[in-house]
């Protein structure tokens, strides 16, 4: 057995951490958007709605687009 690792393996953790920044900066926005968080009410409400966005293309079309990148060819 070969000791290399799996690059299957660090590309699917690289997928997972994509989607995650995705959720996390989506999240972030909607904080932000709704002023609810005293810390963060000095941001404008345009902001988390850019960081709504931001986030919800790095969660759903990042990955596809990586995905369809690293896909080998037959």
């Not at 997928?15 to 995650?20: H, I, K, N, P």
């Not at 904080?31 to 988390?48: C, K, Q, T, V, Y």
Request: charged fraction near 15%; hydrophobic fraction near 55%; avoid cysteine.
């Amino acid at each position: 057995m070969t000791d290399s690792p799996d690059p299957a393996a660090a590309r699917f953790a690289v997928l997972q951490l994509v989607r995650l920044s995705g959720a996390v900066l989506a999240f972030a926005g909607v904080l932000i958007a709704s002023g609810n968080i005293s810390w963060l009410h000095r941001l404008p409400e345009a902001a988390g709605y850019v960081l709504i966005g931001a986030g919800l293309l790095d969660f759903f079309v990042a990955p596809l687009f990586l995905a369809r990148r690293w896909k080998s060819r037959p």
